[in-house]
């Protein structure tokens, strides 16, 4: 068993910077691909980015490509997002997943799920 924990959101301008992370708990987590979804209000959870259990490779949507960075500590088992130049469509609640034999964007492959994390952004 895995278990994540969010933290990080809040409200910020359009244009800002936010740095969400991600506490993983739990035997052997160092070892899972470690990711981030996102909901907005009234749509489908959809993938952020993803990360590969060495921190080796990483994907992004086309959506946050060049804007958010995505990394982790395995000493310190945490994941964090940092999301830069922020805009108003990318309020939502954000998730942290993991997943022990998969590399990629499916949320329908990931086991594990934090409780997400608010971002609101104003315009």
């Known amino acids: 068993q895995v278990q994540l924990v969010e933290s990080g959101g809040g409200l910020v301008q359009a244009g800002g910077s936010l740095r969400l992370s991600c506490a993983a708990s739990?035997?052997?987590?160092?070892?899972?691909?470690m990711a981030w979804f996102r909901q907005a209000p009234g749509k489908e959870r959809e993938f952020v980015a993803v990360?590969?259990?060495?921190?080796?490779?990483?994907l992004y949507a086309d959506s946050v490509k060049g804007r958010f960075t995505i990394s982790r500590d395995n000493a310190k088992n945490t994941v964090t997002l940092q999301m830069n130049s922020l805009k108003p469509e990318d309020t939502a609640v954000y998730y942290c997943?993991?997943?022990?034999?998969?590399?990629?964007?499916?949320?329908?492959?990931?086991?594990?799920w934090g409780q997400g994390t608010h971002v609101t952004v104003s315009s």
């Open positions: 990360i590969s259990w060495s921190g080796g490779s990483t």
């Open positions: 739990g035997r052997t987590s160092n070892s899972y691909t």
């Open positions: 997943a993991a997943v022990r034999t998969y590399y990629g964007p499916s949320a329908g492959a990931y086991d594990y």
